[in-house]
C-alpha cells in the first residue's frame, strides 16, 4: 500500500525510505528529487483559476521597469493595428480581408522570431528578454480584457427568451462533451502512431499573486471617479468618458475580490465573473444616486465608438495585443511544437473542425436562431480568440463569453474525472490535449493540476486551437454553413 502511494508522490521521501530499506540509495535520491520538483510546483496550480495557463509557464511572473513594460504594449497594440490597416488596404485582395488580425498578427510574430533566431540567435534572447515583463502584464491581467463583453450580459440578452436561454445553456453543454468525447477517442488513435513522450515541464516558476494593496488605489480612484462623474456627468466631454475612471475601477476591483476566493470556490465563481457582477452592482449604484436607467448606465460602459469610448472599450481593445502576445509563448515553447508537430496538427484540426459543427447541427436540431448558435460555436476556443471569432459569425459579444465561461466551468469541474474514470486513459498527452481542445485554459488547468508537466502542452494546444478556428471561419464557404 505504501508503496503505491509512494509513486503518486504523497508520501514524504523519509517516512517512504523506511518503509522500502531494499531501495538503491541512488533510486531513493531521484525519487526523493521527483517528489521535491512536484513539491515545489504545487503552488503554480493555484493561480490557474486567476487567469490562464501561460500566466504560469511563461516566466517569473514579476514584472520589471514600468516603463519597459509600456514600451512592450505600445509595440503589441502598434502590431495589432499595423496588421488590421494592412487587411483592410484596398490592394488586398477580398478573400483575405475577412481574415482575423489577431491571428496573423501572432502567426507573424512567431515568424519574425524564428527568422531571428535563425539569423541572430543573441539578438533573439534579447528581444525576447525585453519583452517579457509587457508580456507577463498582459497574461497577469487577461480576463479584465474580455470581462465587459460578460458584464454587458443584462443588455445584449435582455430580448433573449427564457426557452432560448435553456437551450442556449443545454447547447453549450453539448458542444463541450461532444467536443471532448470526439477528441479523446481521436487523440487515443493518433497517439498510437505518434509516440512522443511528454517531456518534464522547467520547474521553479515563481508567480506574482495578486494582493490586496492592488486593490486599495483602484478604491480610491473608483471613489474619486464616481464623484467627479456625480458633480460633472460631462467634464471629459461625454458621460462615458466621465464614467471611464469608475467604471474601470470598479472593473478591476471586483477582478482583484474574485482572485482572493479560495480555489474550490473558483471553480464556480471565476474572477472573471465576479468582475462582472462588481461592474453591474457599480452601474446599478450610479442609476440610483443619479436616477437614470440603469441600461442607460451600462451602455456607457461599452459604446463601440472609439472616438466616445466607454471603460470596456478600452478593455476590450487590448483583446488582439493579447492575441498577440501569445506569440512569445509559442516560440518559447517551439521544442514541444516540434516534439509533439503530428498531435497537435491532426488534434487540433479535428477538434477545431468538429466543435463548430457539433455546436451549428445541434443548435439548428434545437430549433435556435443563427444568431444564438453561433454566440455559441466558439465556446470551445479560449477567450482571446473567441470574440474574433464570434466578429467574423456576427454573433452577440455578451453570450459569446457567457458560453465560453461556462464550457470552461464545466472542463474544470469535470474533464479531469471523466478522462481518468470514463475513458480509461493512461496517456497524460491525451488527457491534456482533450481537455485543451475542449474547455481552453479551465479545463486544462484542472488536468494540469495533478500533472504539471501537461502546462505548456496544453498551453500550446488551445492557442493553437483558437488560431485554427479564427482562420477556419473566416474562410468564405465554412462561414456561410456555420452561419446559415
Request: glycine share 8%; net charge positive.
Amino acid at each position: 500500500m505504501e508503496r503505491g502511494i509512494l509513486c503518486c508522490g504523497v508520501l514524504p521521501w523519509k517516512s517512504a525510505a523506511r518503509s522500502i530499506p531494499s531501495i538503491d540509495p541512488h533510486k531513493r535520491r531521484l525519487w526523493r528529487s521527483q517528489i521535491s520538483v512536484r513539491a515545489r510546483r504545487a503552488p503554480s496550480i493555484r493561480a490557474a483559476f486567476d487567469a490562464d495557463l501561460t500566466e504560469q509557464i511563461s516566466g517569473q511572473g514579476k514584472l520589471q521597469s514600468p516603463f519597459q513594460v509600456a514600451l512592450g504594449l505600445g509595440f503589441l497594440v502598434s502590431w495589432d493595428r499595423a496588421v488590421a490597416g494592412a487587411l483592410r488596404w484596398s490592394g488586398m485582395p477580398a478573400a483575405a480581408k475577412n481574415l482575423p488580425s489577431a491571428s496573423l498578427g501572432m502567426i507573424s510574430l512567431v515568424a519574425a522570431l524564428l527568422v531571428l533566431d535563425r539569423l541572430a540567435p543573441d539578438a533573439c534572447s534579447g528581444v525576447n528578454s525585453f519583452f517579457f515583463p509587457s508580456v507577463e502584464f498582459v497574461q497577469r491581467w487577461m480576463p479584465l480584457f474580455y470581462a465587459p463583453a460578460l458584464a454587458m450580459l443584462p443588455a445584449g440578452a435582455k430580448s433573449l427568451q427564457v426557452m432560448d436561454g435553456i437551450k442556449v445553456v443545454l447547447l453549450t453543454v453539448l458542444s463541450w462533451a461532444g467536443t471532448l468525447t470526439v477528441t479523446t477517442l481521436f487523440t487515443t488513435l493518433v497517439r498510437r502512431h505518434a509516440k512522443a513522450r511528454l517531456e518534464e515541464a522547467p520547474s521553479g516558476l515563481s508567480l506574482a499573486p495578486f494582493s490586496i494593496w492592488e486593490a486599495i488605489p483602484w478604491l480610491a480612484i473608483g471613489a474619486a471617479g464616481f464623484i467627479l462623474v456625480y458633480v460633472s456627468p460631462t467634464l471629459l466631454g461625454s458621460p462615458a468618458r466621465t464614467l471611464i475612471p469608475f467604471l474601470l475601477s470598479s472593473t478591476v476591483v471586483g477582478f482583484l475580490l474574485g482572485s482572493f476566493l479560495p480555489g474550490p470556490v473558483k471553480r464556480f465563481l471565476h474572477p472573471v465573473i465576479t468582475c462582472a457582477i462588481f461592474v453591474n452592482a457599480a452601474a446599478l449604484f450610479f442609476s440610483i444616486a443619479t436616477e437614470k436607467q440603469f441600461l442607460s448606465v451600462l451602455g456607457s460602459y461599452i459604446t463601440n465608438n472609439l472616438k466616445d469610448p466607454g471603460a470596456g472599450d478600452v478593455l476590450l481593445a487590448l483583446v488582439g495585443p493579447l492575441a498577440i502576445s501569445y506569440g512569445f509563448l509559442l516560440y518559447r515553447q517551439r521544442r514541444i511544437i516540434v516534439r509533439h508537430g503530428i498531435e497537435l496538427a491532426s488534434v487540433v484540426s479535428v477538434a477545431g473542425m468538429v466543435s463548430l459543427l457539433i455546436t451549428t447541427y445541434a443548435g439548428r436540431a434545437l430549433d435556435l436562431s443563427s444568431q444564438l448558435i453561433n454566440s455559441v460555436a466558439p465556446s470551445n476556443v479560449t477567450f482571446a480568440f473567441a470574440l474574433p471569432v464570434g466578429n467574423l459569425l456576427q454573433a452577440n459579444p455578451s453570450l459569446v463569453v457567457s458560453c465560453c465561461v461556462l464550457t470552461g466551468i464545466l472542463g474544470a469541474n469535470l474533464s479531469r474525472p471523466l478522462l481518468l474514470k470514463a475513458t480509461k486513459s493512461d496517456d497524460p498527452v491525451v488527457r491534456g490535449l482533450s481537455a485543451a481542445c475542449s474547455s481552453h485554459g479551465y479545463g486544462s488547468a484542472s488536468v494540469a493540476a495533478g500533472e504539471p508537466d501537461l502546462l505548456p502542452l496544453c498551453a500550446v494546444a488551445y492557442i493553437l486551437m483558437g488560431t485554427f478556428c479564427s482562420l477556419l471561419c473566416s474562410v468564405p464557404a465554412l462561414g456561410r454553413i456555420i452561419s446559415k
